[in-house]
């Protein structure tokens, strides 16, 4: 609208330029990250967030440089799994410093930039776009071992956003309870990443079994082993269950990693199996 035939205006070519040095800042940032490892879900609810939240503590713990980007635009909960929720966040000219929990994990959440956890986030289409850039481009990341990113649930265009944006990343982690309707939309999230040539690391089932801590019977509430007849179906690798526990909803309410918190849980080892191949990368 503003091109003139002599060409584009000022305002386009300030623009474009401004886009093509945002572009060159997010290169530089991803090439300064050695695994980029996506968390995604067919669906809200699975424990998407609490699984990606406690895969970046453990990595951390290993002793690897991590950095934990909560990219689910609805329901961005790791702040507050990490209790982080109201540090504040620095901007030093046009970056953004990620927040550090004590462990020196670096976090950075779309619920830093829309404070007020009872707003609804709006996010217009373009909008969305540019703040998922930012938080990529934008955040001063540094060298990093991984970087673990708790995408938003489903396959549609934010997902796909973020997986256009970092091109070579290590791979996509799926996480599925064990019912027949979550299971299905983890078919479509491997086929999602297929299209996308995004290895899958592999699906963990979580909330697969709930153990009672009064009778110590195992009572399957949501079926049994969905996701790992699944994985084997569509041939990605299946890394493990974690059962329905009532200790990691305390610790993700109360804001410690349960990792962290119950290091000798039944749940806790379940989990440390099944992410060691992740934690593997980290060593080749
Ligand atoms: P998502 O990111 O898929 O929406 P969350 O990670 O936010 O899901 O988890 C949803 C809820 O389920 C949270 O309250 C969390 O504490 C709980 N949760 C996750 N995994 C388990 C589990 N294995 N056992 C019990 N509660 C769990």
């Known amino acids: 609208m503003e091109e003139t035939k002599s060409g584009p205006s000022e305002a386009q070519k300030a623009r474009q330029q401004q886009r093509e040095l945002q572009e060159l800042k997010l290169q530089e940032r991803i090439s300064q990250i050695r695994n980029t490892v996506l968390v995604l879900s067919g669906k809200g609810g699975v424990g998407k967030s609490t699984v990606a939240a406690n895969l970046a503590v453990t990595l951390c713990a290993e002793g690897f440089q991590v950095g934990l980007l909560d990219a689910d635009m609805h329901g961005p ?13 620095y901007a030093d000219g046009e970056n953004i ?16 930039l829309a404070r007020g956890k009872d707003e609804a986030v709006i996010w217009r289409g373009p909008l969305k776009m540019n703040v998922l850039r930012q938080l990529l481009a934008d955040v001063e990341w540094g ?29 996509g982690i799926v996480v599925t309870t064990p019912q027949e309707l979550s299971v299905a939309d983890v078919r479509k999230c491997i086929t999602f990443c297929r299209r996308l040539e995004l290895p899958v690391l592999g699906v963990i089932e979580n909330m697969s079994g709930f153990v009672c801590p009064h009778c110590g019977k195992r009572a399957d509430i949501f079926g049994e082993g969905g996701g790992q007849r699944m994985a084997q179906d569509m041939d990605v690798p299946f890394l493990g269950r974690v ?42």
Request: proline letters at 13%.
């Open 97 to 112: 410093v990620p927040v550090r929990t004590g462990a020196g994990l670096r976090v950075m959440s779309i619920a830093f």
């Open 77 to 89: 909960s790791v702040p507050k799994i990490l209790n982080v929720e109201s540090e504040p966040v």
């Open 243 to 284: 059962p329905i526990d009532p200790v990691i909803v305390r610790a993700c309410d109360e804001g410690h990693p349960f990792v962290e918190e119950f290091p000798d849980s039944p749940s806790t080892k379940a989990f440390l199996d099944a992410v060691e191949p992740i934690t593997q990368l980290g060593r080749e």
């Open 143 to 171: 060298n990093l071992d991984f970087l673990i990113v708790d995408l938003p649930p489903g396959t549609g265009d934010e997902p796909l956003s973020i997986c256009q944006l970092i091109p070579n990343a290590a791979g």
